[in-house]
């Protein structure tokens, strides 16, 4: 059964994610393909909710468990790059 991960996304990352690409720390959660994640956008300089969401489908993981062909040199043990899709 998919889980929902409801996070924080930084403002330059949460425009980032809409176009299917987000970073994670992989430590808090245990992300899986077909879960949903909500990203709720947040303003750093005001350290507010900005009260945009948007809701995606985890479509693939890379990270050091599923490696790519940059993941085990450039990322960090801790973070993993997720694909994502707007929900159907």
């Known amino acids: 059964m998919a889980d929902v991960h409801r996070v924080k996304s930084w403002s330059y990352l949460f425009q980032a994610a809409k ?6 720390d992989m430590r808090d959660r245990d992300y899986k393909v077909g879960d949903t994640l909500v990203l709720c956008e947040f303003d750093q300089a005001t350290g507010k909710y900005t009260g945009e ?29 997720l694909s994502i899709k707007p929900l159907n």
């Open 19 to 24: 176009n299917g690409l987000d970073v994670r």
């Open 53 to 81: 969401e948007l809701a995606r489908e985890i479509t693939y993981i890379t990270d050091r468990q599923v490696p790519c062909a940059f993941s085990s040199a450039v990322l960090d043990r801790d973070f993993g790059i």
